[in-house]
């Protein structure tokens, strides 16, 4: 967390871990009269700023994220406690800050989401079935390029840097455009408004998530990102889901089968608010909209072999032991033998 003020010109940064406590406790003390920016995980972002123990809008806050990618509705949930939440793209194996949002990434990002006719001219939404995170980086520091498989190749052109990397493959799926290549687009659609939020030349990478956490499904790729936008994407199942899990196994047959699993909050559990005799079919049905493959997949598969879904209680079932680490796991790929442990509930099943 970086705490800093404009009136003492002073900047201090505290590094506090996954500690809702420890957050709280530090702006109580601090007060209002600072400039917070809060870096973390999206989860834990959404479930610290839901903590009804700070009056969170009397703060000047913005919000930073990594890790993974965050749709338009949760960002604006976000948005109603902070004055700004941005991403950033890295990775621990590679560098830990390759690119950024901007201004100008998120207004293109929002108008990608409202519009699928420039969504099909400049991404490959259609074909991955989930909306793009849009950052900018600094060519003169990376070289990003992408391979057959759709995979990002990433090389580090700084000669100073003393852990070279050469078109190193961390298995991301995404593209790069350069901004003179999509400026008479935008302007083709009328998007003057996203333009004028642009302030540097710098390429955009349009990034789709990890090519290597996506599971099969008769023939179709499905991804845990997918999952993510139908769920932030919708109020009731935002204020009502935890977390989520794709979970890939195999049966006593030997058939590779599709569980969707969604944990709800402890709120949620316990009161019983949100209606899942609804929302099971509403998710299969929007990850079908979504994804043209995993709807025909469905269409042909064998009754015995159709997903299934389900909502737990808050850490139950397959969310038993969530919160031991400070990432999510949102795919599981389970042998035969360890389907039993789990409790996993297969009694909804999709229809053809």
């Known amino acids: 967390m ?23 406790a530090t702006m109580r003390e601090f007060g209002t009269g600072f400039t ?36 338009e509705n949760m960002r604006a949930h976000i948005n109603r406690y902070t004055h700004g939440t941005f991403g950033s793209y890295g990775a621990s194996d ?23 006719e420039l969504a099909a001219r400049i991404t490959r939404q259609e ?16 070289l990003i390029e992408t391979n057959d498989a759709g995979e990002l190749l990433v090389t580090i052109v700084r000669r100073e840097n003393i852990n070279p990397r050469i078109r190193y493959n961390i298995h991301d799926r995404g593209h790069v455009m350069r901004v003179r290549e999509l400026k008479p687009i935008l302007r083709e659609y009328g998007l003057e408004g996203v333009l004028r939020e642009q302030l540097l030349d710098l390429p955009l990478l349009f990034h789709y998530g990890r090519s290597d956490l996506s599971v099969d499904f008769n023939g179709a790729v499905v991804a845990p990102d997918a999952l993510r936008d139908v769920i932030y994407n919708e109020p009731a199942l935002l204020d009502a889901v935890e977390n989520h ?30 209606d899942v005799e609804r929302y099971r079919p509403h998710v299969l049905a929007e990850l079908r909209r979504m994804n043209g493959d995993f709807n025909n997949a469905i269409r042909t598969a ?16 397959p969310f038993t032991d969530d919160g031991r680490k400070l990432k999510n796991e949102y795919v599981w790929q389970l042998d035969a033998d360890d389907v039993g442990e789990w409790d996993l509930d297969f009694s909804y099943a999709a229809q053809p």
């Open 2 to 24: 970086n705490v800093s003020s404009s009136l003492t010109e002073v900047t201090m940064i505290k590094s506090i871990g996954p500690d809702k406590d420890k957050i709280i």
């Open 36 to 71: 917070y920016i809060i870096l973390s995980y999206p989860p834990f972002l959404k479930a610290l700023f839901e903590d009804p123990r700070l009056p969170w809008q009397e703060y000047d806050i913005v919000a930073a994220f990594g890790g993974e990618g965050i749709s």
């Open 94 to 116: 590679l560098e830990i800050n390759l690119a950024i949002e901007t201004d100008f990434s998120v207004a293109l990002r929002q108008a990608v989401d409202r519009n699928p």
């Open 127 to 142: 074909e991955y079935g989930v909306l793009p995170m849009i950052f900018q980086f600094n060519p003169y520091g990376y």
């Open 245 to 274: 899990r794709l979970i890939s196994y195999e049966d006593a047959a030997g058939n590779r089968q599709l569980h969707v699993a969604l944990q709800l909050t402890r709120h949620a559990s316990e009161s019983g608010a949100l």
């Open 302 to 317: 064998p009754v015995s072999t159709l997903p299934t879904i389900a909502f737990y209680p808050y850490r139950t079932g």
